[in-house]
């Protein structure tokens, strides 16, 4: 009696172990690698925010081995807190930020490595916003701030209160506040006056000294600080 025939199932279950084995490694390997240049990239930025913990640093993509040999890392993103807080690194300092690294290019497989584009929020909180400034300054509401200033009216120094929207001077880098409105004593004052007294006491807040040298876009005001919208482009990513 013959013997039977071996069917094509065992030849297919062979493959499939095989091709599961290949994507199995494949998989594992590009998790590797994406681990790897994350923690590179969270060590380069770690000194460049001067950061007492690693940034929090999360590429995007998959597979991230076909980003490696290119060595063209579409988008990363970054969270860090206390950015250039309590050092002597003349940052500006940043309660939190939130950073997306676009095109990052590496010529020395990521021992040096450039972000095309960056965008991100940074947050200021009011006590440093008021080291900042050397003046007092809080929140109110509806994206208002409040500036307490000495004045002297008729001799005597009293202490007003400024009151506004914060607007960027993109030129300076710096803080202002538009729509002011101004009282003494809480007491509205007559329109040609307070704007008289505006021009003397309101003064720019500096807000130099972003991070890789970024860009501040824009400004608002909420109840947690004041929060800043930065970019920069050809950005250079160092230790």
């Known amino acids: 009696m013959a013997g039977r025939r071996s069917g094509p199932l065992p030849w297919l279950v062979a493959l499939l172990l095989v091709v599961g084995l290949l994507t199995a490694g494949f998989v594992l390997g590009d998790g590797w690698a994406k681990d790897r240049v994350e923690r590179q990239v969270a060590e380069q930025l770690q000194a460049s925010l001067a950061t007492s913990d690693r940034p929090r640093v999360t590429i995007d993509g998959f597979p991230f081995l076909v980003q490696v040999v290119t060595r063209d890392v579409r988008t990363v993103r970054v969270a860090a807190d206390r950015v250039g807080v309590g050092t002597d690194a003349g940052l500006l300092p940043i309660a939190h930020t939130d950073l997306v690294l676009t095109d990052i290019t590496s010529p020395d497989?990521?021992?040096?490595?450039?972000?095309?584009?960056?965008?991100?929020?940074?947050?200021?909180?009011?006590?440093?916003?008021?080291?900042?400034?050397?003046?007092?300054?809080?929140?109110?509401?509806?994206?208002?701030?409040?500036?307490?200033?000495?004045?002297?009216?008729?001799?005597?120094?009293?202490?007003?209160?400024?009151?506004?929207?914060?607007?960027?001077?993109?030129?300076?880098?710096?803080?202002?506040?538009?729509?002011?409105?101004?009282?003494?004593?809480?007491?509205?004052?007559?329109?040609?006056?307070?704007?008289?007294l505006l021009r003397a006491l309101l003064k720019p807040i500096p807000l130099e000294g972003v991070p890789l040298g970024l860009k501040l876009s824009a400004i608002t005001a909420e109840e947690d600080g004041v929060h800043l919208a930065v970019n920069g482009d050809n950005v250079p990513l160092r230790s």
Do not use: C, F
């Open 109 to 196: 497989w990521y021992k040096t490595m450039t972000a095309g584009h960056i965008d991100g929020i940074a947050l200021v909180t009011y006590a440093d916003m008021a080291r900042l400034g050397n003046v007092p300054i809080t929140y109110v509401n509806d994206g208002r701030v409040e500036i307490q200033v000495t004045a002297q009216v008729l001799g005597v120094d009293v202490r007003a209160k400024i009151t506004g929207k914060p607007r960027l001077e993109p030129n300076e880098q710096a803080m202002t506040l538009a729509d002011p409105t101004i009282a003494i004593a809480d007491v509205s004052l007559p329109n040609l006056t307070a704007q008289a």
